[in-house]
């Protein structure tokens, strides 16, 4: 099942008088259940790629379908829904609430989610290793495990489709290759579709495709095999 289908899509800033061409027309689908990292020089496009993809920020020209539907023909209720919903969101700096702990930091996504129980709450803490820090407060954790509040905190409704950005861009390569394997396990066990944004090619092969940009364009889109 085609999850989203890109279809010439640009996107460009206008700062006064200068237009910047950001994704200059980039064509690609996902499928349900696929890894997809997407790798390339910084400033490429790669974060700017992710924002329109799950419609935090609007494109100019093209099409992002979800699901077969228009995102941008949505309304902003559908789409918030479909965020909140449908998707999840882990970032290279964890962004997690630092005065609630780490129970709190993915309750609060479950109340403007589906509402899951104490019991869910901690099932999905136990999938990410954390059961035992759930009344732990993030600056008492290492960054590893952080990002796995964080992660856990993506994963709590449930969502078709999980956008990482340079997840591991903050850790060390030990702690990196945990995070790793945790999206992995995810893939399999959830079938959560993953699209992550990288620039480290070392982590690509963990996925089931790379796709690579460059100024704006998709260079090579390869099947890891
Ligand atoms: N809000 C913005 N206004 C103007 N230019 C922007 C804005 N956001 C990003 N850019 C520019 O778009 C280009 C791509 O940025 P980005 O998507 O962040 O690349 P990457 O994540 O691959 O490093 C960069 O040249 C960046 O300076
Ligand atoms: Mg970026």
Redesign the pocket.
Known sequence: MKQIEVKGLTKS?T?GSVT?D??RGIDFDVESGEFISIC????????????TLSGL?SHQGGQILWLGKEISSMTDQERARMRAHDMGFVFQFYNLVPNLTVYENVMLASVIGKQKSKDEIMACLDLVGLKNHHDYYPAQLSGGMQQRVSIARAIINDPKVLFA??PIGNLDHHQGILIMELFKMLNIKLHTTILM?T?NEDVTRYGSRVIH?QD?KVVKDERNS
Do not use: Q, R
């Open positions: 800033y700062n910047y950001i994704l390339g020089p910084s400033g490429s496009g790669k974060t700017t790629l992710l924002y920020e950005d340079e944004v620039h940009m704006g």
